[in-house]
């Protein structure tokens, strides 16, 4: 074999693996801290923090999922950090995720969620060490928390329940978490903290939710491109879960979710539906969000050349 035939195999060889390396992570996460409520000059351990996070987040490999480079599951998170103190930081956290829409430019939000709850020890320099079976801290349980919710919704939303395995994971950390004490994680601690999230996806009364994701997503908005008619047809027939989750947990932190993601959207999409159906839409969505007049009225009035 020739010198350069080595070097082209070689060549090849390398530029598999780093192939390899782009498929084995799934997250394109944004990562932000504001500190703005903090007092003190000396703010350098929340760029090291975001660093750490942001490669966190970026490089691990949370999954066997095969996820290519250009289909990375697009997130933000946004701490708003409002004390530090002996090296514990306390504050709040903005989750967002996107997902690509069918045949167009357009990405419509999966999640947009508050977690006040957010309380972890951090010291400057600290590595984040990722571990399937065990709490490594409580940061990390944060974080490793937000990566399955988000790959647990994602895949629900293309496949029915596809995200199953991304739930598994979600109760065997939220276990993990509330053996430590830490808030955030409690079981009817309050009914938006991570526990309930995780019971709004999983308990048998509320689970609907993914079924909405699935058809609104997969059925609805993906349809819409080629029949714009149909797609929103299906959309406004998959709402009606909503009312079965509200019939049997009006404070399930599902609703507020899905009205943060999606509330804004439904205005768009029934700008133009007939009359017939934005009333629909309005009545079904009216007494599981009473106090959004503003948006619910935008609903039903459509635009005026509205058939």
């Known amino acids: 074999m020739t010198r350069s035939l080595i070097k082209i195999l070689l ?12 498929r084995a992570q799934e997250l394109n996460c944004t990562v932000e801290f504001n500190t703005d409520q903090i007092n003190g000059s000396n703010k350098s351990v929340f760029e090291t923090l975001t660093e750490a996070v942001t490669e966190y987040m970026n490089t691990t490999k949370f999954s066997n999922a095969q996820i290519s480079a250009n289909e990375r599951l697009e997130c933000r998170m946004f701490f708003t950090i409002k004390d530090y103190t002996d090296g ?4 709040d956290l903005q ?23 957010i309380d972890f020890a951090y010291q400057e320099g600290e590595p984040l060490v990722f571990s399937e ?17 988000f790959l647990a919704v994602d895949f629900d939303s293309f496949s029915r329940r ?48 993914r079924d909405l994701l699935y058809e609104y997503h997969r059925t609805g908005l993906d349809e819409m491109s080629v029949g714009p ?23 399930s ?34 007494p599981i969000y009473p106090t959004e007049t503003k948006q619910l009225d935008e609903i039903k009035a459509g635009k005026t050349n509205s058939r």
């Open 95 to 117: 989750v967002q995720l996107t997902r690509p829409v069918y045949n167009s430019t357009y990405t419509t939000t999966l999640i947009n969620f508050k977690d006040t709850k």
């Open 229 to 251: 008619d149909k797609g929103r047809a299906n959309i406004t027939k998959t709402l009606s879960n909503l009312s079965t989750i509200y019939r049997a947990n009006p404070m």
């Open 162 to 209: 596809g995200g199953q395995p991304f739930y598994d994971r979600l109760a065997m950390i939220v276990q993990m978490a509330q053996s430590s004490g830490e808030a955030g994680w409690k079981a009817f601690e309050d009914n938006k903290n991570r526990s309930a999230v995780l019971s709004a996806f999983t308990d048998q009364s509320t689970q609907g939710i």
């Open 253 to 286: 932190v599902a609703l507020s979710m899905f009205k943060d993601a999606k509330l804004d959207e439904l205005v768009n999409i029934y700008s133009q539906a007939p009359v017939n159906e934005r009333e629909k839409v309005y009545d079904l969505l009216s």
């Open 133 to 149: 079976n065990s709490m490594e801290s409580q940061i990390t349980a944060i974080l490793n928390f937000y990566a399955y919710l």
């Open 88 to 91: 514990v930081m306390s504050g």
């Open 11 to 22: 060549l090849v060889l390398v530029l598999g693996a780093g192939l390899q390396s782009l």
